[in-house]
């Protein structure tokens, strides 16, 4: 059943979550709606808990000094309830976006980062916008969507805020 958040345009929401549990951060990015410069949650959609992400490995920095990326997966994360329907629906979104990525690695090859991860994944989606915190560094990082300033943005941004990410990832707080 989809409702009528479904004519607000989606994007992908960029996020670096801290290292928990013996963990080094993570590259997380979920769709989301936009609405008034803000986004919402995809609400009764079958993008809702989709999950791309990424390890950020702080122990082998870049020769640019950024953590590396790796153990890039897209999968459904923090689902809190699934019925018959919501799982059907999971399932064909996970084969239909399996079987771009497919395609895609066959044509350009396996992506070697995850900037070229990320905008495979948009494409699979058919979703060409992204957004994020236009200060990562503001305190109280788990802030509701509307409390915030936010900066949605194209491929090129997605990929300038994904080397940034790797960069903030080095720091001590985010370890």
């Known amino acids: 059943m989809m409702t009528e958040d479904a004519a ?11 290292g ?17 410069g803000h986004p919402r949650g995809m609400i009764d959609d079958p993008l809702d808990d989709l999950t791309i ?33 919501r799982a059907v629906q999971m399932a064909a979104t996970l084969r239909r ?3 771009h990525m497919d395609r895609t690695a066959a044509r350009y090859g396996h992506p070697q980062t995850f900037g070229t991860y990320l905008l495979h994944a948009a494409a ?9 915190r236009t200060d990562p560094d503001a305190p109280n990082p788990d802030a509701t969507y509307s409390s915030v300033e936010w900066t949605t943005t194209d491929a090129t941004g997605a990929e300038t805020w994904t080397l940034s990410a790797l960069r903030r990832a080095m720091r001590p707080e985010n370890r």
């Open 8 to 18: 607000l345009p989606v994007a992908l929401l960029l996020h670096l979550e801290r």
């Open 20 to 36: 928990r549990y013996g963990c080094g951060p993570r590259l997380i990015v979920h769709p989301v709606r936009i609405e008034d």
């Open 53 to 85: 992400s990424a390890y950020a490995d702080t122990d082998k920095p870049d020769d640019t000094g950024r953590a590396t990326a790796w153990g890039f997966g897209i999968d459904y994360r923090d689902v809190h309830s699934i019925d018959a329907r």
């Open 97 to 99: 976006i399996a079987a």
């Open 124 to 132: 699979a989606l058919r979703v060409d916008r992204f957004t994020y």
